[in-house]
């Protein structure tokens, strides 16, 4: 069986032939491609124009047309997702939108798959064991693999042990039961102990459950290696046994054993390694199997990713309380009442009200992305960010597109006017607006600004926009670090 493993960009706009030709089908294998991936939502049709060749992003009018619009090639197709799925022998990495350097992107996917396993991490999400609902439900046999591997280098191989006790053994000694139960000599007022207790923990080098998990290890590794996504996932090959599951018995005296042992197991990440090889074991799938089943590590929604990295790295103060924000100044009296409050709560809500009721606040209101209150040569800076995951064209000679909406433009100003009293009663003078979108070079570009008139004549700021290099972004994520807001020259 032939593997074939391609780049596709995310968003980009690709014919049915060109899929063809990265993807090495046939007119019935493309067919059967672009169905099953439109089927788990990963890949969208749209119009074949002129319009949709120069987009950049995939937008709600862009209504998705029929498979029967689809086979009359009079469309094309998006992928709408960042990571690596595999489709029968088919691995599709598909890499972020603003990626545009004609090259095979290894490095940059690198990075992002690691970013995109630290932001799964934080945000709590579980391992999915499966993709899709209904006839289109598959097991996500890349997931828990991936879980699998990652597990071991976090926590080694399954082991079951056994305290033991000796005398005079090599072990830590056991004051309380030699002093309880062993035979003193006493010299000098002194006690001296002939025979001491002393406790171990032996590990069973040859227990059941230990060589199963170093047979599915190996064999997780090896299809890793296969579908070539072990250098993408930064993942060494591992080769831990010999054995091959036929070795422990048939499937059903595994389940069997490994039901038992989640039994009696109560440490919870033990437990969780249990049922995940017991998944892997009860669903005899393999990656790269010619199956209608796709597995997929990644997202549809990679702009919260974006948000969250730049929340992240520009130390964003919307969830901290008043009372705790670090200001040259104290809390403001007015404010001393609310210490506890987070920043985002000072943002009023709606308030409704009917001709025979009292007034009432609506459940939601403006929420920014991230707010931060550096100090930048010793001032207090209040800067109001907006994380847009955007590739926007801002060129001489060039047709404004990739921009954020009027909407966007709007709230940013609004954002402003809500934390207007707050800034005033800490005389807050220099306040700032600022789009930030990723950009694949290596240096903070300024890109331009985007302004309102009649917003501007409030005296609120405009939204001065600036391309970040997500590389250096990403990096500073993955170290946990900040960047210096000062080298954005907002």
Request: glycine share 6%.
């Amino acid at each position: 069986m032939k593997i074939v493993s391609s780049y596709v960009r995310e968003q980009k706009r690709y014919t049915k032939n060109e899929l063809k030709n990265i993807f090495s089908f046939d007119e019935a294998g493309v067919e059967k491609f672009i169905k099953n991936l439109k089927a788990y939502g990963v890949l969208k049709s749209v119009k074949n124009n002129t319009a949709q060749l120069e987009m950049t992003d995939l937008l709600d009018e862009d209504i998705e047309i029929t498979d029967e619009t689809a086979e009359s090639g009079d469309c094309l197709y998006v992928f709408t997702y960042v990571g690596v799925i595999t489709s029968g022998s088919r691995v599709i990495k598909v890499y972020p939108k603003y990626l545009l350097s004609q090259k095979e992107p290894l490095t940059e996917m690198k990075q992002v798959i690691k970013v995109l396993e630290r932001y799964s991490n934080s945000e709590e999400q579980i391992i999915n064991i499966f993709n899709g609902d209904g006839d289109n439900r598959s097991f996500n046999i890349l997931a828990v693999i991936l879980f699998l591997l990652n597990d071991y280098y976090e926590y080694g191989i399954y082991t079951n042990s056994e305290d033991i006790i000796e005398i005079n053994g090599e072990g830590e000694i056991l004051w309380g039961k030699t002093i309880d139960e062993s035979f003193a000599m006493i010299e000098d007022k002194r006690p001296y102990y002939m025979e001491l207790y002393t406790g171990k923990t032996v590990e069973d080098d040859k227990d059941y459950f230990k060589r199963l998990h170093e047979c599915v290890l190996t064999e997780c590794s090896k299809q890793l290696h296969d579908a070539q996504l072990d250098e993408l996932f930064g993942i060494d090959e591992l080769v831990l046994s010999e054995e091959i599951l036929l070795d422990f018995g048939d499937k059903d005296y595994i389940l069997e054993r490994l039901h038992k042992e989640l039994n009696i197991q109560f440490n919870t990440r033990r437990q969780i390694l249990l049922k995940t090889i017991y998944t892997y074991i009860s669903q005899e799938r393999r990656m790269l199997e010619e199956n209608d089943g796709i597995s997929m590590f990644g997202t549809t929604a990679y702009h919260a990713v974006w948000e969250k990295v730049c929340a992240d790295v520009f130390d964003n103060k919307l969830n901290t309380t008043l009372g705790q924000l670090k200001m040259s100044v104290p809390l403001a009296d007015e404010f001393k009442s609310r210490s506890s409050e987070a920043l985002i709560n000072i943002i009023e809500k709606p308030k409704w009200k009917g001709i025979d009721m009292e007034e009432v606040d609506a459940a939601d209101t403006l929420i920014p992305d991230l707010i931060s209150i550096p100090q930048i040569n010793g001032t207090d800076h209040f800067i109001i960010f907006d994380a847009k995951y955007y590739n926007i064209q801002l060129e001489k000679g060039k047709s404004l597109r990739g921009n954020p909406g009027v909407g966007d433009v709007t709230k940013q100003y609004l954002y402003q006017l809500a934390y207007k009293d707050f800034i005033k009663a800490h005389n807050i003078s220099v306040v700032k607006n600022c789009f930030l979108m990723p950009t694949e070079k290596n240096e903070i570009i300024k890109k331009g600004t985007a302004r309102m008139p009649m917003l501007e004549a409030l005296g609120l700021e405009n939204i001065q926009i600036r391309l970040i290099p997500a590389s250096m972004l990403y990096e500073r994520y993955l170290a946990k670090g900040k960047i210096d807001i000062g080298l954005l020259e907002l």
